[in-house]
């Protein structure tokens, strides 16, 4: 299949399109990079939202819940669900066919799951491109429901425009929770599970928490109780979610999120071509490798030695 037809192929709404371009963009293909330079001009229509929280907390449940409640709004979805990696083949341990069985004969919504392939945080790396060829196949709505490694899942936000923080009742130290960044990303908190004892106990911890945040912001998150088996609190979750994308493009904050996300992207994407290009220029070279064995015998230090390899294998015009 040619870059041409890929491109107009997801642009036409066709699934088996879609889906092979992830896997082109998982896999690190170069037609995938084509195509997404293709497709750039038809993308940043959807609202993509990302879903944390730490493990056993209901996020896929919740996500499931919040899709029908969209879905009767006659709005079309994307979510990709972002698991553990395989040591082995780099794949995601839970498909895409497991999760959202509810939704899996409804060609409104598409569901993928990728492989955080031994990325530190929860998002793999191609999630963000993923997010954007789903975003030109023409989705309202992208959920991106994280790992959920707990703590290390900050990095949610530089794909979502609204992030949804959930917990539930008895999870554990909230201090904790602060310390690691994890409260102070959400736009949205919610307590999932309210039907266990504690859950109020909860919203009132978290509402605490938010009194002392020494920020100044426009927003306050507000705290939500759910059940994502029952549904019970979706609907109003779901309005949450449309009122906060309501107060970005009102309070310009839409727009500054998009030039940071851009600058944050363009600069991750510099740092990664620069870094390729190097190790395929520095891989069997025996300056290389003497060097490598110079630091592990102290003979040099390992940050005079990155210097003069990168200004002799980066920038030399005569390599």
């Not at 092979?20 to 959807?46: C, F, M, V, W």
């Not at 928490?209 to 100044?216: N, R, V, Y």
């Not at 994502?228 to 970005?248: C, M, N, P, W």
């Not at 940071?260 to 071509?273: F, V």
Request: aromatic content about 6%.
């Amino acid at each position: 299949m040619s870059v041409t037809d890929l491109v107009n192929g997801v642009l036409s709404g066709k699934r088996r399109e879609l889906a092979r371009l992830i896997s082109l963009i998982e896999n690190e293909d170069g037609d995938a990079t084509e195509a997404l330079i293709q497709l750039y001009k038809h993308t940043g229509k959807a609202h993509i939202i990302g879903v944390t929280g730490p493990p056993g907390s209901g996020k896929s449940s919740l996500v499931t819940k919040l899709t029908t409640e969209f879905r009767k709004r006659e709005n079309t979805i994307g979510i990709v669900c972002v698991d553990p990696s395989s040591p082995f083949t780099g794949g995601a341990f839970l498909g895409d066919r497991i999760r959202m069985q509810e939704h899996s004969l409804d060609n409104e919504v598409y569901v993928r799951s990728m492989g955080t392939r031994g990325h530190l945080g929860g998002l793999a790396r191609a999630t963000s491109d993923a997010v954007r060829a789903i975003d030109a196949f023409g989705k309202d709505i992208i959920f991106v429901e994280t790992v959920g490694a707990g703590q290390s899942e900050v990095d949610v936000i530089d794909v979502a425009q609204t992030v949804i923080v959930t917990d539930m009742p008895g999870s554990g130290d909230d201090i904790q929770a602060i310390k690691a960044g994890i409260m102070e990303i959400a736009d949205i908190f919610v307590v999932n599970k309210m039907d266990l004892p504690g859950a109020e106990r909860k919203v009132t911890e978290i509402n605490a928490m938010l009194d002392i945040d020494p920020s100044e912001k426009d927003w306050r998150p507000p705290v939500i109780l759910t059940n994502s088996r029952s549904g019970e609190g979706v609907t109003e979750l779901a309005d949450k979610i449309l009122e906060h994308l309501q107060f970005l493009k009102d309070s310009g904050q839409l727009e500054q999120k998009g030039l940071k996300r851009s600058r944050d992207e363009l600069q991750e994407l510099m740092r990664y071509k620069l870094t390729r290009e190097l190790y395929q220029k520095l891989e069997g070279q025996p300056e290389y490798e003497a060097a490598i064995k110079k630091i592990a015998t102290r003979k040099e230090d390992p940050y005079s030695v990155a210097e003069r390899l990168i200004a002799e294998f980066l920038f030399s015009e005569s390599r």
